[in-house]
């Protein structure tokens, strides 16, 4: 498998270069064709109108967000005319609680999101359900981008986050194809259990998988020496140097994720590496 159709989603006009040159450069080492989607966002999630205003109020916001989209877009055509790949830009408008209906629609037909870090100074409210919409409905994996990040497009040292679940093997057959071109392959598993089918050789199904796609991968077995699962993620990664993170997305549900807190939005609050997630 290859990267043939790459999708992206704008609504933030600060956010709009980086994405779109990481974006590009992606697509152009992959020879694949990019869809850029600029929405205007109707944040105003109003619950109701006073009588005689809703057609004033409603007018004004769609009249925002239309205007919003149509900034993007101009940005993003700008940035993209000189682009070494195949790509359109499309722009729509749609109000907060009805966006991820637009992007699952196109991110089914899209091998690879790339998306920006959702949480952070300057990141609207729309990001996290833009990322959600792409994995669940639209069924696609996306990577995420950090601050300032730079994507590498063939990059040399990849970590997986592995942990037997069907998230995290979903995200591993996604990223093959960027498996297949690294140098080393780091799969990490933090305090496998002491009892089951692998506990005496935990990873060995995954490493003989990777091993027969040619991936040159090595097993690093982690203590939870770190309060949180994802502390001790981001602090292997940044030892073993890796250029990309793969990780399963949301073995719990959104909802628990969202009230509790889980790894996957603990490594979306403070990821500083590029990461490859599909759920």
């Given at each position: 498998?290859?990267?043939?159709?790459?999708?992206?989603?704008?609504?933030?006009?600060?956010?709009?270069?980086?994405?779109?040159?990481?974006?590009?450069?992606?697509?152009?080492?992959?020879?694949?064709?990019?869809?850029?989607?600029?929405?205007?966002?109707?944040?105003?999630?109003?619950?109701?109108?006073?009588?005689?205003?809703?057609?004033?109020?409603?007018?004004?916001?769609?009249?925002?967000?239309?205007e919003?989209?149509?900034?993007?877009?101009?940005?993003?055509?700008?940035?993209?005319?000189?682009?070494?790949?195949?790509?359109?830009?499309?722009?729509?408008?749609?109000?907060?609680?009805?966006?991820?209906r637009?992007?699952?629609?196109?991110?089914?037909?899209?091998?690879?999101?790339?998306?920006?870090?959702?949480?952070?100074?300057?990141?609207?409210?729309?990001?996290?359900?833009?990322?959600e919409?792409?994995?669940?409905?639209?069924?696609?994996?996306?990577?995420?981008?950090?601050?300032?990040?730079?994507?590498?497009?063939?990059?040399?040292?990849?970590?997986?986050?592995?942990?037997?679940?069907?998230?995290a093997?979903?995200?591993?057959?996604?990223?093959?194809?960027?498996?297949?071109?690294?140098?080393?392959?780091?799969?990490?598993?933090?305090?496998?259990?002491?009892?089951?089918?692998?506990?005496?050789?935990?990873?060995?199904?995954?490493?003989?998988?990777?091993?027969?796609?040619?991936?040159?991968?090595?097993?690093?077995?982690?203590?939870?020496?770190?309060?949180?699962?994802?502390?001790?993620?981001?602090?292997?990664?940044t030892?073993?140097?890796?250029?990309?993170?793969?990780?399963?997305?949301?073995?719990?549900?959104?909802?628990?994720?969202?009230?509790?807190?889980?790894?996957?939005?603990?490594?979306?609050?403070?990821?500083?590496?590029?990461?490859?997630?599909?759920?």
């Amino acid at each position: 498998m290859t990267y043939k159709c790459l999708f992206t989603v704008l609504t933030n006009e600060t956010l709009a270069e980086e994405t779109l040159t990481n974006a590009a450069a992606m697509a152009a080492a992959c020879g694949a064709h990019l869809d850029v989607l600029c929405l205007g966002v109707d944040r105003t999630q109003t619950g109701f109108y006073y009588a005689g205003a809703s057609a004033i109020v409603l007018q004004e916001t769609i009249t925002r967000a239309s205007e919003e989209a149509s900034r993007i877009a101009a940005r993003a055509e700008a940035h993209l005319k000189n682009a070494d790949c195949l790509w359109a830009v499309e722009s729509a408008v749609a109000q907060l609680a009805d966006i991820g209906r637009h992007v699952s629609a196109r991110a089914r037909f899209a091998d690879l999101v790339i998306l920006p870090k959702p949480y952070g100074e300057g990141r609207g409210a729309e990001l996290e359900p833009v990322i959600e919409a792409a994995l669940f409905e639209g069924q696609a994996p996306a990577i995420i981008l950090p601050e300032s990040a730079t994507l590498d497009t063939r990059p040399k040292r990849i970590m997986i986050g592995w942990n037997e679940g069907a998230e995290a093997l979903s995200a591993v057959r996604a990223a093959m194809p960027l498996l297949k071109q690294a140098e080393i392959v780091h799969v990490v598993i933090i305090d496998p259990p002491a009892h089951g089918p692998t506990r005496s050789d935990p990873g060995g199904l995954l490493s003989q998988y990777l091993a027969r796609h040619d991936v040159k991968a090595e097993i690093d077995v982690l203590s939870k020496t770190l309060p949180r699962v994802s502390d001790v993620l981001t602090r292997h990664a940044t030892d073993v140097n890796a250029d990309l993170l793969v990780l399963g997305a949301y073995g719990h549900s959104r909802f628990r994720e969202a009230i509790f807190g889980g790894t996957t939005r603990n490594m979306l609050e403070q990821a500083t590496f590029p990461m490859l997630m599909a759920h």
